[in-house]
T-cell receptor, first 114, second 111 residues
Framework: EAQVTQNPRYLITVTGKKLTVTCSQN?????MSWYRQDPGLGLRQIYY???????DKGDVPEGYKVSRKEKRNFPLILESPSPNQTSLYFC?????????????FGEGSRLTVL | GQNIDQPTEMTATEGAIVQINCTYQ??????LFWYQQHAGEAPTFLSY????GLEEKGRFSSFLSRSKGYSYLLLKELQMKDSASYLC????????????FGAGTRLAVHP
C-alpha cells in the first residue's frame, strides 16, 4: 500500500529535550516536505527536500532541522523544543513537478512541549 | 505577500449542494489544489486546476479563474461523510513544489 508513515503519532515532551519525528514514504517520491498545522493558520511549510542530500527552508524553519540521506526518509529534528513548537506536524511527499504534483500526507504527529 | 482566503465555517444539509470559495493573491501561480481533511486525519487530494474552467470529478467539481484569483469547490448530493475541512492551496511559481495553504473551511453537513 502506498503510504507516508510518521512516528510518533503523539508525543508529550519538555522544553529542551531533543526529539526526532521520523517520516518514511514507499512511493519513490523525489520531493518531501514537513508542515505544521495550527488553528486558524493553515498548513505552513517548515522544510522541504527535492531529492537526496538536497534540502531547503520553508516558511517557518526556525528551531527545526532536517536531513535527507535516503530517498524514502525525511526526519524532522527539534534540537531544543520550546512550547511554541506545540503543533500538529505533517510529512508529505510527491513526485517532482512535471505531473500534478499532488501531495501525499502522513497521518500527522501531534507534539506537545511543556 | 502570499494570501489565501476562504470562509472559516459553513453548514449545509444532507443531499444539498454547497460551494466553498477561495480567493488568492500570490507571487506567481502554478496551479491550485483542493484537499479534504477529516478531523484528526491527514489531508487528502481532491482536485487540481491549472487552467481556467471547471474540472468535474464525480460529486465534486472545482473551478478556477486565474484573472480573478478565484476558485471554488462545489460539492453535490452532500453526504454526512462530507463533513470535513476543505483546504485551498496554491502552488506558487518556482523550481519546487511549494504550496501556500489557506486556513481551511470547516463544513458541517446536517441531516
Amino acid at each position: 500500500e502506498a503510504q507516508v508513515t510518521q512516528n510518533p503519532r503523539y508525543l508529550i515532551t519538555v522544553t529542551g529535550k531533543k526529539l526526532t519525528v521520523t517520516c518514511s514514504q514507499n512511493m519513490n517520491h523525489e520531493y518531501m516536505s514537513w508542515y505544521r498545522q495550527d488553528p486558524g493558520l493553515g498548513l505552513r511549510q517548515i522544510y522541504y527536500s527535492m531529492n537526496v542530500e538536497v534540502t531547503d527552508k520553508g516558511d517557518v524553519p526556525e528551531g527545526y532541522k532536517v536531513s535527507r540521506k535516503e530517498k524514502r526518509n525525511f526526519p524532522l529534528i527539534l534540537e531544543s523544543p520550546s512550547p511554541n513548537q506545540t503543533s500538529l506536524y505533517f510529512c508529505a511527499s510527491s513526485f517532482s513537478v512535471g505531473n500534478t504534483g499532488e501531495l501525499f500526507f502522513g497521518e500527522g504527529s501531534r507534539l506537545t512541549v511543556l | 505577500g502570499q494570501n489565501i482566503d476562504q470562509p472559516t465555517e459553513m453548514t449545509a444539509t444532507e443531499g444539498a449542494i454547497v460551494q466553498i470559495n477561495c480567493t488568492y493573491q500570490t507571487s506567481g501561480f502554478n496551479g491550485l489544489f483542493w484537499y479534504q481533511q477529516h478531523a484528526g486525519e491527514a489531508p487528502t487530494f481532491l482536485s487540481y486546476n491549472v487552467l481556467d474552467g471547471l474540472e468535474e470529478k464525480g460529486r465534486f467539481s472545482s473551478f478556477l479563474s486565474r484573472s480573478k484569483g478565484y476558485s471554488y469547490l462545489l460539492l453535490k448530493e452532500l453526504q454526512m461523510k462530507d463533513s470535513a475541512s476543505y483546504l485551498c492551496a496554491v502552488r506558487v511559481a518556482g523550481g519546487y513544489n511549494k504550496l501556500i495553504f489557506g486556513a481551511g473551511t470547516r463544513l458541517a453537513v446536517h441531516p
